[in-house]
């Protein structure tokens, strides 16, 4: 039963266009459907269109995998001006999810400001960066690829938090940063540590090595020649949205990290912008009947086990965390 007239969720939706090879795991699952004991039930919408209740009454077991659809606030003054945009929407925009396939994002501004540095923030900056030569042989969506090629936009400031070893991207996604064709992506090599924390776990250890190599490489760039850059920038955090109606700009606190903990400095800027992209993770919404946790945005469950006949799986179940890899265990 989905919500949307078409099966695979976040595969479908919610996955870059030009990633491919990420989307084929949907020929797996495609299998499952195309099985003569299973029947999909399109347009139809736990919590609108059915209860649980009513679910319960026909089934012996309901698996809620609804998983974590709504974006993160936040929680900064100015954050419902016009202009800013949660990932979920922004790239259901792009992918021509039909939920979101009419946001009409404003992308007649110079400078974009994207909050996160995770693989979704890397997600956003590289398909606003990509040329319509590099996304031919993508799904992104039509009226998305002429509006992303049409737009004046010089500069994506990606902001996070934290520093380099805390950052949430893989290397992976931060190594195609570096080939763009039509932008360069600039890091400032003040901010890189020479090697990871000695007391790191070793495995970790060598993954967050393998990225503060790549951030050196992307570090010896000039941004020159290009039509559009990325700037990835760490130790800051958004503290207000500045403008009238609309974005016109956003400050920006400056940050440190200690014993693990990210410490406000007092020390502001302001940037001017006309589109911010807020990539700070999802969560789920309650719906009637389902025991929910309201902090975590997760139904709450003891180990998958939500009420009698009743499961969650995925990021309903652990909150939106890991990649489609990471979580098709739950598939199984």
Same mark, same amino acid.
């Given at each position: 039963?989905?919500?949307?007239?078409?099966?695979?969720?976040?595969?479908?939706?919610?996955?870059?266009?030009?990633?491919?090879?990420?989307?084929?795991?949907?020929?797996?699952?495609?299998?499952?459907?195309?099985?003569?004991?299973?029947?999909?039930?399109?347009?139809?919408?736990?919590?609108?269109?059915?209860?649980?209740?009513?679910?319960?009454?026909?089934?012996? @077991?309901? !698996?809620?995998? $609804?998983?974590?659809?709504?974006?993160? %606030?936040?929680?900064? +003054?100015?954050? /419902?001006?016009?202009? #800013?945009?949660?990932?979920? @929407?922004? !790239?259901?925009? $792009?992918?021509?999810?039909?939920?979101? %396939?009419?946001?009409? +994002?404003?992308? /007649?501004?110079?400078? #974009?400001?994207?909050?996160?540095?995770?693989?979704?923030?890397?997600?956003?900056?590289?398909?606003?960066?990509?040329?319509?030569?590099?996304?031919?042989?993508?799904?992104?969506?039509?009226?998305?690829?002429?509006?992303?090629?049409?737009?004046?936009?010089?500069?994506?400031?990606?902001?996070?938090?934290?520093?380099?070893?805390?950052?949430?991207?893989?290397?992976?996604?931060?190594?195609?940063?570096?080939?763009?064709?039509?932008?360069?992506?600039?890091?400032?090599?003040?901010?890189?540590?020479?090697?990871?924390?000695?007391?790191?776990?070793?495995?970790?250890?060598?993954?967050?090595?393998?990225?503060?190599?790549?951030?050196?490489?992307?570090?010896?760039?000039?941004?020159?020649?290009?039509?559009?850059?990325?700037?990835?920038?760490?130790?800051?955090?958004?503290?207000?949205?500045?403008?009238?109606?609309?974005?016109?700009?956003?400050?920006?606190?400056?940050?440190?990290?200690?014993?693990?903990?990210?410490?406000?400095?007092?020390?502001?800027?302001?940037?001017?912008?006309?589109?911010?992209?807020?990539?700070?993770?999802?969560?789920?919404?309650?719906?009637?009947?389902?025991?929910?946790?309201?902090?975590?945005?997760?139904?709450?469950?003891?180990?998958?086990?939500?009420?009698?006949?009743?499961?969650?799986?995925?990021?309903?179940?652990?909150?939106?965390?890991?990649?489609?890899?990471?979580?098709?265990?739950?598939?199984?």
């Amino acid at each position: 039963i989905d919500k949307l007239p078409t099966p695979f969720g976040l595969v479908r939706g919610g996955v870059a266009p030009d990633h491919q090879h990420t989307k084929r795991v949907d020929r797996k699952y495609a299998e499952t459907m195309e099985h003569e004991s299973v029947r999909l039930v399109g347009n139809l919408a736990l919590g609108r269109d059915v209860s649980i209740d009513d679910l319960t009454a026909i089934y012996d @077991a309901v !698996v809620l995998a $609804y998983g974590a659809p709504w974006d993160n %606030r936040l929680g900064i +003054p100015g954050e /419902d001006k016009k202009g #800013v945009y949660g990932s979920n @929407a922004f !790239v259901g925009w $792009y992918n021509s999810h039909p939920e979101f %396939r009419d946001l009409d +994002p404003d992308l /007649d501004v110079e400078a #974009v400001a994207v909050i996160g540095i995770g693989n979704v923030a890397i997600d956003v900056a590289r398909v606003l960066s990509r040329t319509p030569e590099e996304m031919v042989t993508t799904d992104i969506a039509d009226y998305a690829m002429k509006r992303i090629d049409a737009s004046p936009i010089k500069d994506i400031f990606m902001f996070g938090r934290r520093g380099p070893v805390e950052a949430a991207f893989t290397n992976t996604e931060l190594k195609e940063m570096g080939a763009l064709k039509g932008a360069t992506t600039v890091v400032d090599p003040a901010v890189i540590p020479a090697d990871p924390p000695a007391d790191m776990d070793p495995r970790e250890q060598k993954v967050r090595a393998r990225i503060l190599e790549t951030l050196r490489e992307l570090s010896k760039a000039k941004a020159e020649g290009q039509r559009r850059t990325v700037h990835i920038e760490f130790f800051a955090m958004p503290v207000e949205i500045l403008g009238g109606e609309a974005v016109e700009g956003i400050r920006m606190e400056r940050t440190r990290v200690e014993d693990g903990r990210c410490v406000a400095t007092g020390e502001t800027f302001d940037l001017p912008c006309g589109l911010v992209v807020t990539c700070i993770g999802s969560r789920a919404e309650p719906i009637e009947g389902i025991p929910f946790n309201e902090r975590s945005g997760i139904v709450e469950n003891d180990e998958g086990r939500v009420l009698p006949g009743v499961y969650a799986v995925g990021w309903l179940k652990r909150g939106a965390s890991g990649t489609i890899g990471t979580n098709r265990l739950d598939s199984y």
